[in-house]
Nanobody, 125 residues
């Protein structure tokens, strides 16, 4: 059974940092493109970042370029999202997602097959 479990969210002041983790189980991690998305209240879920299976290519949304970094550790079946220079508009529930047996980088949320339950990030001004 595939399971993605996010952790690391919390309340932080503007300008602060957090590191989100997403632990995967079920044997899919090493051959999956991984992504992070976020959803703020009243808004659609939006793409944040993606990393290919070999961790040598990444892409982040323009809104977080230079502030957020995605990486993965295939030995630990875990993908990370480092959040820095946080802004109140970064407040959202952050979700990780997995796309097994796909290549490259994936921005479109409907191409991901598995999702975690989400972790709340709240940035105070």
């Amino acid at each position: 059974q595939v399971q993605l479990v996010e952790s690391g969210g919390g309340l932080v002041q503007a300008g602060g940092s957090l590191r989100l983790s997403c632990a995967a189980s079920g044997g899919i991690f090493s051959n999956s493109v991984m992504g992070w998305f976020r959803q703020a209240p009243g808004k659609e879920r939006e793409f944040v970042a993606t990393v290919n299976w070999s961790n040598d290519d990444t892409y982040v949304a323009e809104s977080v370029t230079g502030r957020f970094t995605i990486s993965r550790d295939n030995a630990k079946n875990t993908v990370y999202l480092q959040l820095s220079s946080l802004k109140p508009e970064d407040t959202a529930v952050y979700y990780c997602a997995a796309a097994p047996k796909k290549l490259g980088l994936i921005v479109l949320r409907n191409l991901y097959d598995y999702w975690g339950q989400g972790t709340q990030v709240t940035v105070s001004s």
